[in-house]
């Protein structure tokens, strides 16, 4: 039972990252210079962006509630959900950081 508790929070954490995905991984995957037009595939995700955040924050809440109990913990699940609880931050904070981001970005590929 133990496995299948992991392997569902390794999902979780897989679906925080993929629900960040349509604005952390253009930017990760910028900076390390694999950019393209082939990103356009990511913009699908943009349109449902509400709901799959909803979905994943009562997921990442429900696992850090199950996470309560010092029997369940293990550094494995830790990690996993924290990883997930960090990439539903990113998604979520956005807008903050997006803009800022992608500037300086840009002006470091101008003078580069």
Known sequence: MRGVETIVTGLAA??????ASCCVLPLALTLVGVGGSWLVVLAPFTVHRELILAIVAIVVGALWWHLRRPARRTAVRMTLTSIATLALGLALTRSYWEAATMQVLWSAWRHG
């Open 14 to 19: 897989v679906g925080a990252l993929l629900a």
